[in-house]
T-cell receptor, first 115, second 111 residues
Framework: DTEVTQTPKHLVMGMTNKKSLKCEQH?????MYWYKQKAKKPPELMFV???????INESVPSRFSPECPNSSLLNLHLHALQPEDSALYLC??????????????FGPGTRLTVT | KQEVTQIPAALSVPEGENLVLNCSFT??????LQWFRQDPGKGLTSLLL?????REQTSGRLNASLDKSSGRSTLYIAASQPGDSATYLC??????????FGTGTRLKVLA
């Protein structure tokens, strides 16, 4: 099983709302990532969790708050977003040891629209 | 600072053609290079992963090469099909958990 799942598929939220994005993988990967992708641009790294600890925060505004409750789950909590935060949010995971180490697997993404 | 560029930005070819997509990176100190395809509005599908010690990887009609010293990778697609139409992205792993993506090549294969 090489699947990363993300929910919801689509999300529309107002600037005062609080919402969360969810990501799940059952491949035993110990690194999990959040990326943001704007239209016709490559993905940009936001956060990385390694062994459930935050390893990388690419200077992301505090209105985005990541959480890794366990080794299979990754959440992204959203609060007081701006219209320019509208994008495709992608979750990924990677295996950090063994034969296919460092290969990233991506989920289908959550299309976020901030109104 | 690592920069990853893909040329061409867009490509249209008739069905059945063999084609080559290019990926260039400015810093040869990479852990690996991974090729992905992305359909419009969808996530990324991993195609091939080349570790820094490898020169080539093959999967079906796809072949990817890596020349670290010159900062280049190519993705060769044999006998292209309309279903190959997508955006192709390369990504280099530059450090622990750090990946830099290329600018992408939008491929259209005409039936």
């Amino acid at each position: 099983d090489t699947e990363v799942t993300q929910t919801p598929k689509h999300l529309v939220m107002g600037m005062t709302n609080k919402k969360s994005l969810k990501c799940e993988q059952h491949m035993g990967h110990r690194a999990m990532y959040w990326y943001k992708q704007k239209a016709k641009k490559p993905p940009e790294l936001m956060f990385v969790y390694s062994y459930e600890k935050l390893s990388i925060n690419e200077s992301v505004p505090s209105r985005f708050s990541p959480e890794c409750p366990n080794s299979s789950l990754l959440n992204l909590h959203l609060h007081a977003l701006q219209p320019e935060d509208s994008a495709l949010y992608l979750c990924a995971s990677s295996q950090e040891s063994g034969g296919r180490r460092y290969e990233q697997y991506f989920g289908p993404g959550t299309r976020l629209t901030v109104t | 600072k690592q920069e990853v560029t893909q040329i061409p930005a867009a490509l249209s070819v008739p069905e059945g053609e063999n084609l080559v997509l290019n990926c260039s990176f400015t810093d040869s100190a990479i852990y690996n290079l991974q090729w992905f395809r992305q359909d419009p509005g969808k996530g990324l599908t991993s195609l091939l992963l080349i570790q820094s010690s490898q020169r080539e990887q093959t999967s079906g009609r796809l072949n990817a090469s890596l020349d670290k010293s010159s900062g280049r990778s190519t993705l060769y697609i044999a006998a292209s099909q309309p279903g190959d139409s997508a955006t192709y992205l390369c990504a280099v792993r530059t450090g622990t958990y750090k990946y830099i993506f290329g600018t992408g090549t939008r491929l259209k294969v005409l039936a």
